[in-house]
């Protein structure tokens, strides 16, 4: 396809720069090869997040207990909201290339309001992952820290439709909070360069009290056998917490994460969150497109291949979602 | 100016009448790919957990759906449809080369590190 934009009077002149083997601009190339390298280092990205995963696989915290929320509503539903974020992005990317056909067309107005289509989708799609963050931040259940670094949870096996089965409860439900003293420590009190974070929610003493005083909550660890968690028994959860427990935790951070492996939490916020990136550079790119397809810039050049390249840009930042959807979500 | 875009896909048994129409066929198609991988991904059937070559069932349906939906974006979205085959091989085969490679040394390594760990870290117990 030639749609050169620039050209020095060259064209058919073979030894003069006039020869395109590739049949591409030099421009449309170059994007091809940026996005061949961008999409090396995404690949490298997720096969990290592939061999920590190996290496903890008999461990490796469940996606669909972790990502089960979407906005607005309460309840259990696995897959709808990054579903829906998917369905978004490929939503954008079709107004995009509904953009360059119409380019092809030169069809200002057109191109503008598709343009305009595409970054309203981009921009509720990292509305979206921000929301996403938020949720796994913020936590659920809550969980406790082994001294080892290990994460254990908490439930009760209930009756759901004749069969008994596990069911999770939060940490906040069945543990109170005891009134403690503590002084807390001033830099011009001790060492200058430490400073104290704020005390978690519940101390362990509460939560083995709590344990204690509700005989039907049971501790669930981090060891997949068969494909589900392995619960504890009462004896062994009470033995458990009281001899290893650390600390409690709610949410997920880069240290640490109530879900499990806390490398579950960094990939997470890494990858989605370099992916979240690409996706916020691409909505300025195509806002600034989007001004100079309003103001005439390519309808002046006769050309509109800067749409066409911004265009391969968006379509690829979508092509990483399939992926990341896929590995963070699905397997 | 003259823009000729092949209209055909899955090897030339859809046929489209124009670009337009053959970017909502694409996306009809990819929709429809999302959907069974959320269902999939929701009710997880009993018969999918059977582990085939080193890995579930399920999750191989996970991953070539996701091939294929990666092929479409590149192919119809992207245009590569339409690029020179010279292009087109230079970024795909590039591209497919090194991220397989890489995957198969990590994955490799990552499996061998947690036998070592699982192994009470015994590399090679002869």
């Known amino acids: 396809m030639s749609t ?3 050209t020095a009077g060259a064209e058919g002149k073979i030894w003069s720069g006039g020869n395109e083997p590739l049949r591409a601009s030099y421009g449309k190339m170059m994007m091809w090869f940026f996005i061949l390298s961008d999409a090396l280092t995404f690949s490298g990205f997720l096969a990290a997040y592939g061999f920590s995963r190996f290496k903890f696989i008999k461990e490796w915290p469940i996606a669909d207990e972790v990502f089960t929320h979407i906005p607005f509503f309460h309840g259990n539903y696995p897959m709808i909201y990054v579903a829906f974020m998917t369905f978004i992005l490929i939503m954008s990317s079709v107004t995009m290339v509904l953009a360059v056909d119409a ?6 107005q057109k191109v503008a309001v598709y343009m305009f289509l595409t970054i309203i989708g981009g921009i509720i799609f990292v509305g979206s992952q921000g929301w996403e963050w938020a949720t796994f931040i913020k936590g659920e259940y809550g969980a406790v820290q082994t001294k080892g670094g290990n994460i254990l949870q908490f439930g009760e096996n209930v009756m759901i439709d004749g069969k008994e089965t596990f069911k999770r409860v939060a940490i906040s439900d069945f543990t109170t909070a005891a009134h403690t003293e503590r002084v807390q420590h001033e830099n011009k009190n001790g060492l200058w360069f430490v400073s104290e974070g704020a005390l978690p929610e519940f101390q362990m003493t509460d939560v083995v009290a709590g344990l204690k005083a509700h005989p039907k909550v049971l501790v669930r660890t981090q060891e997949i056998v068969d494909g589900k968690k392995l619960v504890l028994s009462r004896e062994a959860s009470l033995e458990a917490i009281t001899k290893n ?3 409690t935790v709610h949410g997920a951070n880069l240290e640490v994460n109530e879900y499990g492996s806390p490398l579950f939490g960094d990939f997470f916020f890494f990858i989605t969150g370099f992916h979240g990136f690409h996706v916020f550079s691409g909505i300025i790119i195509n806002i600034i497109i ?13 050309s509109y291949e800067m749409v066409e390249k911004v265009g391969l840009y968006w379509h690829f930042v979508d092509l990483v979602w399939v ?3 896929t590995f963070f979500y699905l397997v | 100016m003259a823009h000729e875009h092949k209209l055909a896909i899955f090897r030339g048994l859809l046929k489209f009448k124009s670009n337009t129409q053959k970017i ?6 990819l929709t429809i790919i999302t959907a069974i991988e959320v269902v999939l991904g929701i009710y997880k059937p009993e018969i999918l957990e059977s582990q085939v070559f080193g890995m579930k069932a399920l999750n191989w349906i996970f991953i070539i759906l996701t091939l294929v939906k990666a092929y479409y974006i590149a192919w119809d979205f992207m245009h590569m449809r339409d690029e020179a ?3 087109r091989r ?13 995957i198969f040394i990590l994955l490799q390594e990552g499996g061998y590190v947690f036998n070592v760990y699982d192994n009470g870290f015994i590399k090679k117990d002869f």
């Open chain 2, 90 to 102: 230079a970024v795909v085969w590039t591209a497919v080369f090194l991220i397989s490679y890489m």
């Open chain 2, 24 to 29: 909502w066929g694409v996306l009809i198609f």
């Open chain 1, 323 to 325: 992926f990341v959807f």
């Open chain 1, 103 to 108: 380019g092809h067309h030169l069809k200002q």
């Open chain 1, 290 to 302: 989007f001004f100079n397809v309003v103001l005439g810039t390519y309808e002046k050049r006769k």
């Open chain 2, 85 to 87: 085959s010279g292009l």
């Open chain 1, 245 to 247: 427990g650390k600390r």
């Open chain 1, 4 to 6: 050169t934009v620039a």
